[in-house]
Every structure is written in C-alpha cells, then in structure tokens.
C-alpha cells in the first residue's frame, strides 16, 4: 500500500477551485517480468480529507481504477540491461472540482490476483509519482478580483441599456434583445460564486463553470449572426428569430453535444473523482474526435462570419452615393457614424477570431496532459485577456446601440433618404416601426434609391 498526504496551503487565504493530479510510474525492466501487451494496472484507492492534524480522516471516495499502462524501452531487451526504466506515460489520475479542505489524504494498493490477471504482466513498479495541477493563490486572487469587479460593471450598463429601450415608443427589436441576452449571459458567467466556495465544499464548480462557459459561447456565436444578418439590408425576413434557424440551429445542437460530452466526465465526476472519460480505447477516441470536429466546426464558422461581414460591407460602401446630396452637417454625422459602424465590425471579427483560437487552444491544453504529445501553454495573461475581452465587447456594444435621444437641426433635409428632423436617432439597425427606421436602416435600405 502507498499512501500520501497532499497538503492545501492556499485554503488559508482563498480555496483552490478544481485540481488534476496525473501519475505516473516508474518500472524497471526485467527479462523475466516484460510488461505484456495491453497492460493494465489496477488500483485500489481511497481519497479522504480534513482540516487540522488532529481530526479524523472524512473518506470522500474509495474506488478500483483501472488504468493502461503505456509505455517503451529504448535498449536492447537483453540482462545486461536489466534494472533501467521504462519509459511511460502520464495517466490521468483523480479530477476533483473543488479543493476546500487543509488535508487531503491517497490510499493506494495495487492487489495482485493471477487466476483473474488482475495486475499481472505490468512488470516491476519501483515507485509511483504524482503531477498536480491548479489553479494557484496568484492567480485565484486575480481571478476573483476580476469576476468582482465586472460583474456590477456588465450589470449597471445592462440596466442602463434596457430602460434607454424602454423609453422608445416602439417594442424594442429583435437586435437589442439579442444584444440584452447577450449581456444577461455576460453577467452570468461574471457572477462571483467561487467566493461560496471558501466556506462551502462545492464539488460541482468545474461543471457549474463549464456550463456558464457554454451558454455564453452558443449566445455569443448566435448573436455575431443575428448581428450580421440585421445589418444584410437586401434581406426581407427581419427582426425574426425564425429567420436565422439555419444557422442558430446548428449552434444550439453543438452546444447540447458540448453539454453531453461535459456531462459524461464532470458529471460522473461528482461522484467518483477517479473517473476519466480518456482511460478507454473508445472513450480516447471520441474525445479526441470531439476535439477536431469542434475545431474544424468553428474555423468554418469564422469563415462564414468573415463572408456575412464581407456582404454588410459591400452593402454599405454600394450605398453610400446618397451622402453627396444631403447637407454638410448630415453628411458629416453619417459619415461617422459609418466609420464607427465599420470599426465596430472589425472589432467583431477579432473578438471571434481570438475566441475561436482560445477555444481550441484551450481544449488542447487541457486533453494534452490526458493523451501526450505536443504541449500548448497557455498562460494566464492570456486567460484573463480573452476573459477581459468578451467584457469590453459586451459593454461596447449595449453602450453603443442604446437609443439616442439626440436632435439635429429642425431645418435640415435629407435628400432621398427622407429624415425628418426631431427624429430620434440611434445605431441599431432596424426595420419600420413607430418611430421609423433607424439611420443607418434608412441608409441603405432599397427604398433610399428608388
């Protein structure tokens, strides 16, 4: 039997939310005990924890964990060799979602049974080593501070944008209700609830963030759409979400595949921490074939997106002969509320492009310490930018498309466009309704050129 005590020396200050430890072993090679083919060790292990040296051990899981063995002899297989080690690959281990207590301790036993093979043929283990993998004090203070002081930022410009719309006259459009829901999901995944988890033994909180992750990954892919799709002018079917099922639809499905493939790890994780979706044959390769297929599916989508942006563009620029004809101060004000329009487009194809590379990245890294092979680091600058980036996104774009209440001269015409002056002005994007079209609607529409 091995036994180890891990301790916490973060919980004095803030807990550690979630924690990996990978094993591996070291075998030495011995012409009469050659590791088999398909090796598989067995190990029968017990986690327990608690909080002062003097307390009793709390058990929080006792399983059998099976695990292959992996592993290549560079020598030669001959006696003189005989005492050199094998060189073998990590094995994922024990995946826990929170780590509140002070001390946590591993019983390990590896029973020996021949009539059932049961550790039979894996050669002579000499000594078992553990990789740990968390999140650290310095960064969990980061983290923490991050989450709470954006949370009453995304929220206080939420509100603000929804009473700017409850203000008009008309129901507000498809548009901002994309862009409120957008910033509803912001909030949630802002929410600081990894505060509970100093007083509270929250083991579902890597799952509780995986799935905050995902609503706001399928709201964010969605409204990138929908925001492409509003400002299409040669489109008829507007301001409807029915109008986008081709390609929301495709989103929703992902995000429930995502969902499951989180759900058959994490979620029988809350149980048995020892469980690993990646210690089958099967289970490995529908992993790693998740991986590449949701690659493969958002690079597609960035190159749809980049298409969509391409036609609003062309849209826009085609259009544009009807600014010589109005006044200077109009033409002046279109103008730059063009060049904004445009900025703000491009600001959006970066965004979804450094999500894109964030999410594969990301899921890389993390199968990487669960399959081997070519390392990808990502720091946590990087983390907490794209992270800080999805924020300034979402603050821009309610601050941005919130109604205006601006006036320009009562005596100013506008040409073939047909804005009257007193009207209320604003970005959004929109079809006709009580107050009329918004300005950059009546730009471009097919009925400004005829």
Same mark, same amino acid.
Not at 101 to 113: A, G
Not at 243 to 248: E, I, T
Not at 336 to 346: Q, V
């Given at each position: ?7 916490? #020396? ?53 399983? +059998? ?35 509140? /207590? ?16 049961? !550790? ?25 501070? #991050? ?91 507007? !301001? ?22 989180? #759900? %058959?790890? +994490? ?24 991986i590449i297929v949701a690659g493969i599916c958002l690079c597609l989508y960035f190159l749809f997106? %980049? ?6 563009? +062309? ?10 004809? #109005?006044?200077?101060? +109009?033409?002046? /004000? ?16 970066? %965004? ?15 199968? /990487? ?21 999805? !924020? ?22 506008? *040409? ?19 107050? *009329? ?14």
């Amino acid at each position: 039997m091995a036994g180890a005590i891990i301790e916490n #020396m973060s919980t004095k200050k803030l807990c550690i939310v979630g924690g990996i430890l990978l094993v591996f072993q070291i075998i030495a090679f011995l012409v009469g005990g050659l590791i088999g083919e398909n090796a598989e060790v067995s190990m029968d292990v017990s986690l327990a924890y608690r909080d002062d040296m003097v307390a009793e051990w709390t058990e929080m899981a006792h399983e +059998r964990v099976p695990r292959k063995l992996k592993c290549t002899f560079t020598s030669p297989k001959t006696p003189e060799h005989e005492g050199r080690y094998y060189e073998c690959d990590v094995l994922p281990f024990m995946e826990i979602g929170s780590v509140a /207590h002070k001390y946590y301790l591993l019983n390990i036993r590896l029973p020996v049974n021949e009539k059932k093979k049961i !550790n039979v043929g894996i050669g002579e283990i000499k000594d078992i080593r553990f990789v740990g993998i968390h999140q650290n004090g310095g960064f969990t203070k980061v983290w923490f501070a #991050m989450k709470t002081f954006l949370t009453p930022s995304i929220f206080i410009i939420m509100v603000w944008y929804w009473r700017r719309i409850t203000m008009m006259s008309r129901p507000p459009v498809l548009l901002e209700k994309v862009i409120f829901a957008l910033g509803i999901s912001m909030t949630f995944i802002n929410i600081p609830v990894e505060w509970f988890s100093i007083g509270f033994d929250w083991t579902w909180m890597l799952l509780f963030g995986d799935i905050r992750q995902g609503i706001f990954y399928a709201m964010l892919l969605s409204f990138w759409i929908i925001f492409c799709g509003e400002h299409m002018m040669d489109q008829h079917e507007r !301001n409807h979400i029915a109008g986008y099922w081709k390609q929301v639809g495709p989103i929703a499905v992902g995000s429930f595949c995502l969902f499951i493939f989180d #759900m %058959c790890e +994490r979620g029988v994780q809350l149980t048995n921490p020892f469980y690993s979706i990646w210690t089958t044959d099967v289970g490995t390769e529908l992993a790693m074939a998740f991986i590449i297929v949701a690659g493969i599916c958002l690079c597609l989508y960035f190159l749809f997106l %980049c298409f969509m942006v391409f036609q609003v563009f +062309r849209n826009i620029s085609g259009k544009q002969s009807s600014l010589p004809a #109005m006044s200077k101060v +109009r033409r002046l /004000h279109y103008e730059g509320l063009i060049f904004r329009f445009k900025f703000l487009m491009l600001i959006t194809l970066a %965004c979804a492009a450094m999500t894109v590379i964030f999410f594969i990245v990301s899921q890389v890294t993390e199968g /990487h310490w669960k399959w081997g092979g070519v390392t990808v680091q990502v720091n946590s600058a990087f983390f907490t930018g794209i992270y800080g980036m999805w !924020n300034l996104y979402v603050f821009a774009l309610m601050f941005l498309y919130a109604p205006s209440h601006k006036n320009y001269g009562e005596d100013q015409s506008n *040409g073939n466009l047909g804005v009257h002056s007193g009207e209320e002005l604003q970005l959004t994007t929109t079809i006709t309704h009580v107050d *009329g079209p918004t300005e950059i609607y009546k730009l471009t529409r097919k009925e400004a050129q005829e």
